[in-house]
Each structure stands twice: as C-alpha cells, then as structure tokens.
Antibody, heavy 122, light 108 residues
C-alpha cells in the first residue's frame, strides 16, 4: 500500500523559496507512475501544481507557476521534491503530493498525502 | 483551456436521502473525468475515475455517470461521513489537470 508524506517548513518569507519533500513508502518513485503536487489555498479549491514521471526525466508544470517551479526526484531516498521560488502571500496553501494513474487522457490521483500547510509571511 | 463548472456550490441534504452533484465541461472531455471527496484536515479521496468507475474501496452508494460535457455524481443514501466537499477533475495535455470549484455537501 503506497503512502505519501509531505514535509517542509511551515513558514516562508515573501520573495523566498518554498521547498517541500514528499516521502513515498510502500512503493517506489521509479515505478511507472507520475507523481504530482496539488495545493489548496485557504477558502479555495484544489489547484494542480505539476508532476514528474518516475525516472525524473519528464516533468509537466501548471503554466501559471512554470516560471517559478521545479519538481525533482531522488530515487535513492524515494522522495519527490517541490521548489517554488519568489513566493508571495498567494502561495499560502496546504500542499499535497499524490500518485497519478491512468491511460490516454483519463488521468487521476489515486493516492494522496495528508498535506502540509505553508504560510508565506514576514 | 477546458473549464470545469460544478453545481450547485452548496447542497443541503438530509441523511438517508439522495444527493446529486453536477460537473459541466466547457467542451467535450469524453469520459475522462474523476471525482474526489475532501474533508477538512484530510487528504482528498478518489471516488470515481473514467466518469463511472468506482475507485478501490469506494462504497456502492457512490456512482458516477455522464460523458462529453455533462457529468453527475450520485450518492444514493447519504451517510454522516459523506458530508464533505466534492471536486470533479479532468486532464488534458495543456494546461494539465483542471479541477472544478467544488460542491459543498452539507447536512440539512
């Protein structure tokens, strides 16, 4: 049973860099899956951030975040990473990692972490 | 860009009754639609994928239907644990994954 656990600093200063880790257990990041990041700002809905393919060779990013975003993986640690630069208060949110499954255009997130809250404030 | 619109924003239903939630796509997404349940402080939970296939472990009272631009999530007999926010989601090569704005299902 795959389980995901997000971690990272709960507070980031404006214009700083947000760095989060997703630890994958019960499975491998090199299994043939995509691994994604999704966030939910306070009082808002879910927003897809981006994803990485198992080998780390391919990433897809939300166009609205792409210029500030990097997603990577460490196969030896079975971790997925999110780096978001030049953050503002609008990046305050609960950040989730998730396993992506599907075929063709039918892609969905079947396993989610419990999320980690990040507040951008001075 | 395909826009997913859910209705209603809030739905008030009594336990034991049926709840019907809608999701409309701005253009056809065939049957490529998923539904999630989200409770405060918890991870979102996949309910339905492929518009009508229940995910592993999801009770039979949850059903999904529709194709093209109109989709429905039906909960046949509401249990206390079903009161939550529900999201629909679609994937496309650009701009990626799109969620509806959510429907809050509350106790009447």
């Amino acid at each position: 049973q795959v389980q995901l656990q997000e971690s990272g600093p709960g507070l980031v200063k404006p214009s700083g860099t947000l760095s989060l880790t997703c630890a994958v257990s019960g499975g491998s990041v090199v299994s043939r899956n995509w691994w994604g990041w999704i966030r939910q700002a306070p009082g808002k809905g879910l927003e897809w951030i981006g994803e990485i393919f198992h080998s780390g060779s391919t990433t897809n990013y939300n166009p609205s975040l792409e210029s500030r975003l990097s997603i990577s993986a460490d196969k030896s640690k079975n971790h997925i990473f999110l780096t978001l630069r030049s953050v503002t208060a609008a990046d305050t949110a609960v950040y989730y990692c998730a396993r992506v499954r599907g075929v063709g255009f039918d892609y969905y997130m079947d396993v989610w972490g419990k999320g980690t809250m990040v507040i951008v404030s001075s | 860009e395909i826009v997913m619109t859910q209705s209603p924003v809030t739905l008030s239903v009594s336990p034991g009754e049926r709840a019907t939630l809608s999701c409309r796509a701005s253009q056809s997404v065939n049957s490529n639609l998923a539904w999630y349940q989200h409770k405060p402080g918890q991870a979102p939970r996949l309910l339905i994928y492929g518009a009508s296939t229940r995910a592993t472990g999801i009770p039979a009272r949850f059903s999904g239907s529709g194709s093209g631009t109109e989709f429905t999530l039906t909960i046949s007999s509401l249990q206390s644990e079903d009161f939550a926010v529900y999201y629909c989601q679609h994937y496309n090569t650009w701009p990626g994954y799109t969620f509806g704005q959510g429907t809050k299902l509350e106790i009447k």
